[in-house]
């Protein structure tokens, strides 16, 4: 499908660094309360909500959090580790170009500073179980009814563009717990969404990569904190970074798509 919406100046599709020109956010705190107001001010149904995680084994602290979890939100640093096998995989896979109804994800390529906060709130929100929860004529909706028959790059651009995503993401970062950095400031840490699609199996949606991840199959039964997606998604991902020694960051926090609680 042919399209005249060019990618920012100097973006490179084979890089994740993001050019100095390009549009900056002021970063989001990996808080439950701004990230569901949030979520809910663009057109989710007020009946999910993000919650924490504060485990991934105790069984008992995993009892706390409502189920089913149709999507998790991981915030962690950015650490010399990460990016060493980030770069290795990466290395292996086609810069990603569907698009179209047909597409088991709807992915969007990340060409904001600071942004990725939002980027992980809008994969985790349009993907999976979550997207039967949209409200008609939201911003939500309307983002998934223009954005499926567009490429990944004007697919950006609509964000881009975007003033109600603008205007919702700054409001956002207005709260939270502490004082928000600057929009010019380099941050260290990285939201990634993981979700399950209608086939069954657990994404790993990144904006900063060339493409949405497929980490493989989840049990019919099973939601995204189920222990079978864990393995594949966020247990994968701290068992990779520990691996990675000297170079390792394990400091994390976890968030879930999940009902809300009465």
């Known amino acids: 499908m042919a399209t005249t919406i060019d990618a920012p100046p100097d973006y490179n599709i084979e890089s994740p660094d993001l050019p100095r020109t390009a549009q900056r956010f002021v970063p989001l705190e990996n808080n439950p309360e701004v990230m569901t107001t949030l979520v809910h001010k663009l057109g989710l149904s007020d ?37 060493a096998v980030r770069m290795t ?20 390529r990340q060409t904001i500073g600071n942004a990725c906060g939002m ?40 964000i ?26 380099n941050v260290e840490h990285h939201f990634v969404a993981f979700t399950k699609s209608a086939q069954g ?3 790993e949606l990144d904006g900063r990569r060339k493409g949405p991840l497929n980490r493989g199959k989840v049990d019919p039964a099973d ?27 394990l400091r994390f926090s976890l968030l879930a798509l999940a009902p809300t609680l009465d």
């Open 47 to 83: 009946s999910f909500a993000f919650h924490d995680v504060y485990s991934l084994d105790d069984p008992s602290l995993l009892a706390f959090v409502p189920r089913p979890v149709h999507a998790l939100l991981l915030c962690f640093p950015v650490s010399k580790g990460y990016e």
């Open 89 to 108: 995989e990466d290395a292996l896979i086609p810069v990603y170009d569907s698009f179209g109804p047909d597409e088991e994800v709807l992915w969007f």
């Open 119 to 158: 980027m992980g709130l809008l994969h985790s929100a349009v993907n999976g179980g979550a997207r039967d929860l949209i409200v008609p004529d939201t911003p939500l909706a309307d983002l998934i009814a223009s954005a499926t028959p567009l490429p990944p790059t004007p697919r950006a651009r609509l």
């Open 160 to 185: 881009e563009t975007s003033t109600t995503i603008a205007q919702a993401h700054a409001a956002a970062a207005a709260q939270g717990d502490t004082a928000a950095p600057l929009a010019t400031a």
């Open 201 to 203: 199996n657990l994404w």
């Open 223 to 249: 939601d995204v904190l189920s222990e079978k997606a864990l393995q594949l998604g966020v247990k994968r991902f701290l068992t990779m970074e520990a691996e990675q020694g000297l170079g390792a960051d």
